[in-house]
């Protein structure tokens, strides 16, 4: 044998003994539709990140509750049987209730103060209650302002909310503030919703625009109020230990791959918004402009709900968010 041929046979034999290159794969699970921003978000993340990692890291994106139901997919990735999520934040908040703080009815006055509390010292106190948990925060992403629809009559005043079965996410602060209104809160997870009006279980339901077109609530209501109770947002988080685990390079490249598909749902969130009006008018949905009256009414129904929330979670922790909320 010659020399080369000997050198051959000895580099094939180390080649075979170490490890192959390893190659990560996670699976990310959301319950918003497919064709929802957030959705396409994750997409552009799962791209982004299979580029900067040279296909040694890869994300298959299931959303439209392919993996379950958003309280399954929060217990799931808590449990480590699933490496990431992005959810509904009021579904994390049985598990992280501290997020109630930036859950407070009439809250927010628009988009850009929401981001700036969430983006600023909130988010890294959020974090670190996260991090409690098992959970690693990569993003807050738009979900919106929160409206009324119901199959039963308009929603002008709080007399017409009096007494409408109203699904609710599971999430104490909003439960409260829509029993504080006079409707009867229920919660449930998203996925019954749809049947849940379809039979009459409920008489309507709160989601922001974009969700209540990409569903199709508009086959089963009727009457929609443009009340804009809550900003809500979309949480992305992963599973700690999973996170941990990658090497340091990988994590940041999950990290920025992530930083910018929630900077383009942002921004494709407020178009988004316009269109998703323009289509529940088109297919039929009697809407109602809520009056300033109405929307003061509304303010000062829920009012105690904040020393609710101070109950529950701290009212250091709620002072905190309160303080960074007021700054302009």
Known sequence: MTTIA?????????????????????????????????????NQFRDELAKASG??????????????????????????????????MAFLSRTVPELEAISLPFQFDSREQAFKVVDGPVGKLLDAKLGEKGLIDLG?????????????????SLEDLKGLKIRM?????????????????????????????????????ENPFSVINASRYFEVQKYISNTGHFFDFINVVANRKSFEALPAAQQKMVKDSMAKAVAWQRTRATAEETE???????????????????RDQMRKASAGIVDDVKKRIGADFVNKVIAETAKK
């Not at 046979?9 to 539709?33: D, E, M, Y």
């Not at 296909?55 to 990431?84: C, I, S, Y």
């Open 6 to 42: 000997r050198l051959l046979v000895v580099a094939a034999a180390i080649a075979f003994s170490l490890p192959a290159h390893a190659q990560t794969k996670w699976r990310l699970a959301g319950n918003f539709a497919t064709e929802h921003s957030s959705s396409v978000a994750m």
């Open 55 to 88: 296909g040694a890291l890869t994300v298959d994106v299931f959303p439209a509750m392919q993996l379950g139901g958003a309280q399954e997919n929060v217990q799931n990735v808590r449990a480590g049987t699933l490496q990431m999520i992005w959810v509904g």
């Open 140 to 156: 807050f992403m738009e979900l919106g302002g929160r409206q009324v629809t119901n199959s039963k009559r308009p929603i002008k």
């Open 169 to 205: 996410q599971p999430n104490e602060t909003h439960l409260a503030t829509f029993r504080a209104l006079g409707a009867n809160a229920v919660a449930m997870d998203i996925k019954e919703l749809y049947s849940a009006m379809q039979q009459g279980v409920v008489d309507g339901q």
């Open 276 to 294: 998703s009006i323009a289509e529940i008018k088109k297919r039929g949905m009697v809407w109602d402009e809520v009056s300033p009256q109405f």
